[in-house]
T-cell receptor
Framework: AQSVTQLGSHVSVSEGALVLLRCNYS??????LFWYVQYPNQGLQLLLK??????LVKGINGFEAEFKKSETSFHLTKPSAHMSDAAEYFC???????????????FGKGTKLSVKP | DTEVTQTPKHLVMGMTNKKSLKCEQH?????MYWYKQKAKKPPELMFV???????INESVPSRFSPECPNSSLLNLHLHALQPEDSALYLC???????????????FGPGTRLLVL
């Protein structure tokens, strides 16, 4: 069975500061990992994904994430926060593992990012 | 075009009403999904359609009835809902051809449902 843990339900940073949102996963087979962003009253938008190619993945809006198998982590970072980055961020895992949940996205509980001026 | 559209944006219904949510994509995707998202929670998978056939039903009550009339359309028929069914209902689609696990799911903006 797979699972995702996002540490910190709420993260607050100042504009221009580093953004670090943490995600740890559990999977018995090689995982595929995703970060989605959800702005208020909107659907989810893919920021980036890891599908077993390069371990450092660059996404949209200046975000990137690094897959670390030894730490079972896929933390999301951005060097300099903008006010427009304020949103809910979800980490998700999927895999080709056999069973009823094959191919399904398993989401973490989400981290709300606030950006102070 | 990576857009998934959903109508209506908002819906208020009584517990005895019948209503339908509609989702449409024109990306040629062959997998489509319904999710339910309660406030301050992650999306929860309800149904998966693959090549217009229901492939996954995550133990959803029968008062929710999905339908996939063609490869571009996905409906969710609602009947005799309960107030606890109030939520944001999200539709998503993915290519559905290369193994769903690694595919990007593209989400619509959702329908915000209130059951009175």
């Amino acid at each position: 069975a797979q699972s995702v843990t996002q540490l910190g339900s709420h993260v607050s940073v100042s504009e221009g500061a580093l953004v670090l949102l943490r995600c740890n996963y559990s999977s018995s087979v090689p995982p595929y990992l995703f970060w989605y962003v959800q702005y208020p009253n909107q659907g989810l938008q893919l920021l980036l994904k890891y599908t077993s190619a390069a371990t450092l993945v660059k996404g949209i809006n200046g975000f990137e994430a690094e897959f670390k198998k030894s730490e079972t982590s896929f933390h999301l970072t951005k060097p300099s926060a903008h006010m427009s980055d304020a949103a809910e961020y979800f980490c998700a895992v999927s895999s080709d593992e056999d069973g009823g949940s094959q191919g399904n996205l398993i989401f973490g509980k989400g981290t709300k990012l606030s950006v102070k001026p | 075009d990576t857009e998934v559209t959903q109508t209506p944006k908002h819906l208020v219904m009584g517990m005895t009403n019948k209503k339908s949510l509609k989702c449409e994509q024109h990306m040629g995707h062959r997998a489509m999904y319904w999710y339910k998202q309660k406030a301050k929670k992650p999306p929860e998978l309800m149904f998966v359609y693959s090549y217009e056939k229901l492939s996954i039903n995550e133990s959803v009550p029968s008062r929710f009835s999905p339908e996939c009339p063609n490869s571009s359309l996905l409906n969710l028929h609602l009947h005799a809902l309960q107030p606890e069914d109030s939520a944001l209902y999200l539709c998503a689609s993915s290519q559905g051809t290369s193994g769903r696990a690694r595919e990007t799911q593209y989400f619509g903006p959702g329908t915000r449902l209130l059951v009175l």
